[in-house]
């Protein structure tokens, strides 16, 4: 199946900023649609940003917004979240996904997904 690798992430203090990479494995990420999500253990899996395969763009949570940049490098076949202004709260594992269909903040709209990279914002 196609798979998605995440890296980029890491311990930060608090005001930091981390460039989140993710990488495809076998597949050009250009023909589909990816999206950014993040997940603390026991709490949903919550949508941050998605660009589709035609270039439309979407951001999630208003919490996070103007803090998360996502974009995507079709000639270097890698996507990108660049996060600032890091907080103790944006502490979670990290993924990318994803589809072939339009941007969605629905974590069951995308069928490929990476294995995670964590991240930790603490003093």
């Known amino acids: 199946q196609l798979q998605l690798v995440e890296s980029g992430g890491g311990s930060v203090q608090p005001g930091g900023s981390l460039r989140l990479s993710c990488a495809p494995t076998?597949?050009?990420?250009?023909?589909?649609?990816i999206g950014w999500f993040r997940q603390v253990p026991g709490k949903e899996r919550e949508a941050i940003s998605c660009?589709?395969?035609?270039?439309?763009?979407?951001d999630y949570a208003d919490s996070m917004k103007g803090r998360f940049a996502m974009s995507r490098d079709n000639a270097k076949n890698t996507a990108y979240l660049e996060i600032n202004d890091l907080e103790p709260e944006d502490s979670a594992v990290y993924y990318c996904a994803a589809e072939d269909g339009p941007c969605s903040d629905n974590k069951r709209a995308f069928s490929y997904w990476g294995q995670g990279t964590q991240v930790t914002v603490s003093s």
């Open positions: 076998g597949f050009n990420l250009h023909y589909f649609t």
């Open positions: 660009i589709s395969s035609q270039n439309v763009r979407a």
